[in-house]
């Protein structure tokens, strides 16, 4: 019995421990937080192992104190123990009734009316505590949703629905601030921001050119700065090409397992922001011209 109870608050205390960290640090939806920050295992074990040290050495005390009293006071305090185990089952075993406040079926013939219906008759018993004090507390409700909505006309349903549509339009867009990955075929648009096409340019440097020429004049790979296009011009094409690679056997393949989205997205507008320039060694065209809009 008291060994149910020690690992009972043990396990209580872990579960109030973690449900703190879950709390505390904030994770992507759906995340738990103790996966998310693994140190914080660490922390929950220090707790685990503490409450069974405390545990422990508070059994160890009581048994020590045990032993050292006299047999006759250890009856006493044996007969005390049993006493409150007894009186605490007892208030157990009265819940229900205290919840209710029913009266026993014996009792029932005290409670009874003298209405008959038909043979249909009527107890008088209390209302359920649980359920007076919830009703009591619905007026309470009611009355202090009257003057503040209705007196003093705190704010109506349409203000609320704008004040959580302006947060929800706050969250995305932070959302979207850390997590820029939303890049997708649908949703690419050409980048021109210097910073971006900058980088675009270092990936491009660093793996493109030994099929294209650094001046994108083309080698193995096509010409990427005249408007004639393979596999279609524009930043939706050029993106899926980069994405998917080119016709199978060519010598283009897809780069979405070495760049992220976003990365795509910036080698693809730092491609189109050579259209017009002049290479050294220009490739003779191959491929369509393409016209924005003209698929
Ligand atoms: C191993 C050589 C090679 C490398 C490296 C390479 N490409 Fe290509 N690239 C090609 C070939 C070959 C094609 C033509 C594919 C086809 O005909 O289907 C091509 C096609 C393309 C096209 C489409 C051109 C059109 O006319 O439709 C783009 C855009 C492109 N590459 C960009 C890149 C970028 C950006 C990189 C670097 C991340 C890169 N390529 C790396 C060989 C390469």
Request: with cysteine; hydrophobic share 45%; net charge negative.
């Amino acid at each position: 019995m008291r060994n149910l109870a020690s690992i009972f608050r043990i396990i209580a205390l872990v579960a109030i421990a973690w449900g703190g960290v879950e709390l505390l640090f904030e994770t992507e939806p759906g995340q738990l937080a103790v996966l998310a920050y693994p140190k914080t295992l660490i922390f929950l074990g220090v707790i685990a192992l503490v409450s069974i040290a405390i545990e422990v050495f508070v059994a160890a005390l009581r048994f020590t104190l045990f032993k050292s009293l006299s047999e006759e006071k250890q009856e006493k305090f044996l007969a005390l123990e049993n006493k409150r185990v007894d009186q605490l089952k007892a208030k157990f075993e009265n819940l229900p009734k205290l919840l209710t406040r029913s009266r026993p079926i014996e009792e029932e013939g005290e409670i009874e009316l003298d209405h008959n219906y038909d043979g249909i008759r009527e107890l008088d018993n209390k209302l359920p505590p649980w359920w007076i004090y919830s009703f009591y507390a619905s007026i309470v409700f009611a009355a202090i949703y009257l003057v503040r909505f209705h007196v003093f006309d705190d704010y109506t349903q349409i203000e609320e629905y704008k004040a959580e549509l302006a947060q929800a339009e706050i969250d995305i867009a932070r959302y979207k601030e850390t997590a820029k990955d939303l890049v997708t075929l649908e949703t690419v648009t050409l980048m021109a921001d210097p910073s971006d096409l900058e980088a675009g340019k270092q990936i491009y440097t660093n793996n493109c050119v030994a099929c294209h020429k650094a001046d994108a004049g083309g080698g193995i790979g096509p010409n990427l700065t005249d408007e004639h296009w393979i596999l279609g011009g524009g930043i939706k094409n050029v993106y899926r090409t980069l994405f998917e690679g080119g016709r199978p056997g060519k010598g283009m393949v897809s780069w979405k397992n070495d760049f992220k989205p976003s990365e795509l997205q910036q080698v693809a507008s730092y491609v189109l922001s050579l259209q017009g320039t002049v290479p050294a060694e220009p490739k003779e065209p191959e491929g369509e011209i393409w016209v924005e809009g003209v698929e």
